[in-house]
């Protein structure tokens, strides 16, 4: 009777538990429907964290001051080669190429092509294959960095979202502080069954008369609007921290009703 082969042992690699966060795209789609995108939470390695943890765990025989000496260096001459138009390979990570975002005519000057140069990167096969090693551990959304409370007037507070054709009116709200490349204050007329979804951008009134500018509120004079069913909107290209966004962020109230 033949004997069985031995198994061979094999070691799996443990797998690692990530965070997904999924949120909402503001870039403007053809549907019309609001589209969503995802990002792993994850956290960073610097070289030195890498090289504390060679030392503390005694695989390697020279200083860490002299491996760090080394990256640095070996740094240097990859930036310098990139600066001359080199495309870098990261060791088994991929390659960092110099390449040009967007699209570019025969006619365009070469000033204008130049600052259309960006920074490429093709991920290796290596790479890729070592994302085989996450799982998603949980899917969530994160805690909202925009967002309106209510609309109501100065003068009538208790009354909220209940306006009158010019008076002097407040938006409360969490991160609605206009500024950056791209903002303003609109009100855009919906009728009373109103879905939720914006009316195209060419139908929204802009309150130019903005007295107030801060974080959490708003006040400015209710112009140019006749009675009716309203949705004032807040487009500000600042984070809840402040600083400029590359796009703006768009977000509306619920609805209000001008008397």
Request: one cysteine or more; hydrophobic letters at 35%.
């Amino acid at each position: 009777m033949p004997r069985k082969k031995p198994s061979i042992l094999t070691i799996e690699e443990p797998k690692t538990s990530v965070d997904v966060v999924v949120r909402d795209s503001n870039l403007p789609s053809s549907d019309g429907k609001a589209h969503q995108y995802g990002s792993i939470v994850h956290r960073k390695a610097t070289v030195r964290s890498i090289l504390a943890e060679m030392e503390e765990y005694h695989q390697t025989f020279v200083s860490k001051e002299t491996l760090f000496y080394i990256a640095e260096e070996l740094s240097r001459r990859m930036m310098d080669k990139f600066k001359r138009g080199y495309s870098i390979e990261l060791l088994e990570f991929g390659t960092l190429y110099p390449t040009i975002k967007g699209t570019v005519s025969q006619t365009d000057t070469p000033s204008k092509i130049k600052k259309q140069f960006d920074v490429g990167f093709s991920p290796s096969d290596e790479a890729r294959a070592a994302l085989q090693n996450l799982t998603v551990r949980n899917v969530r959304r994160p805690s909202v960095q925009h967002c309106i409370f209510c609309v109501v007037n100065m003068f009538k507070p208790e009354e909220k979202n209940q306006l009158q054709a010019g008076c002097m009116a407040k938006i409360t709200g969490k991160a609605i502080k206009l500024g950056g490349e791209k903002s303003g204050l609109y009100a855009v007329a919906v009728d009373k069954s109103w879905s939720g979804k914006l009316p195209e951008r060419e139908n929204w009134i802009e309150m130019k008369h903005v007295t107030q500018n801060k974080p959490s509120a708003l006040d400015f004079y209710v112009e140019n609007l006749e009675s009716g069913f309203y949705v004032f909107i807040v487009e500000t290209s600042l984070s809840a921290s402040g600083k400029e966004l590359k796009n703006s962020v768009v977000i509306h109230s619920g609805m209000v009703q001008i008397n």
